[in-house]
């Protein structure tokens, strides 16, 4: 193996049905680059919440305003 690599193991247990539906999902995919690319779209999904957050801190808004992220969620300002 290489030692420019690192390697990151991710355990399933088969009797849990949540880890069974993922085993599941990822039977015929090349598990290494599905894990890459989740990973890149929650890079990418953070750093979209913390322009907005900015944004939303520096406007002078009057009413609510809607934040996306993980969780949704109604803010008055």
Same mark, same amino acid.
Do not use: C, W
């Given at each position: 193996?290489?030692?420019?690599?690192?390697?990151?193991?991710? /355990?399933?247990?088969?009797? *849990?049905?949540?880890? +069974?539906?993922? =085993?599941?999902?990822? @039977? *015929?995919? *090349?598990? /290494?680059?599905? #894990?890459?690319?989740?990973?890149?779209? $929650?890079?990418? @999904?953070?750093? #979209?919440?913390?322009?907005?957050?900015? @944004?939303? +801190? @520096?406007? *002078?808004? $009057?009413?609510?305003?809607?934040?996306?992220?993980?969780?949704?969620? =109604?803010?008055? #300002?």
């Amino acid at each position: 193996m290489s030692k420019n690599k690192v390697i990151k193991s991710v /355990s399933f247990n088969v009797k *849990n049905e949540k880890d +069974q539906a993922y =085993l599941e999902r990822i @039977q *015929n995919v *090349n598990f /290494s680059g599905y #894990v890459k690319r989740l990973i890149e779209k $929650d890079i990418r @999904q953070r750093k #979209v919440i913390k322009t907005e957050h900015k @944004q939303v +801190q @520096q406007a *002078n808004i $009057d009413g609510p305003v809607i934040i996306r992220g993980a969780g949704l969620s =109604l803010k008055s #300002v």
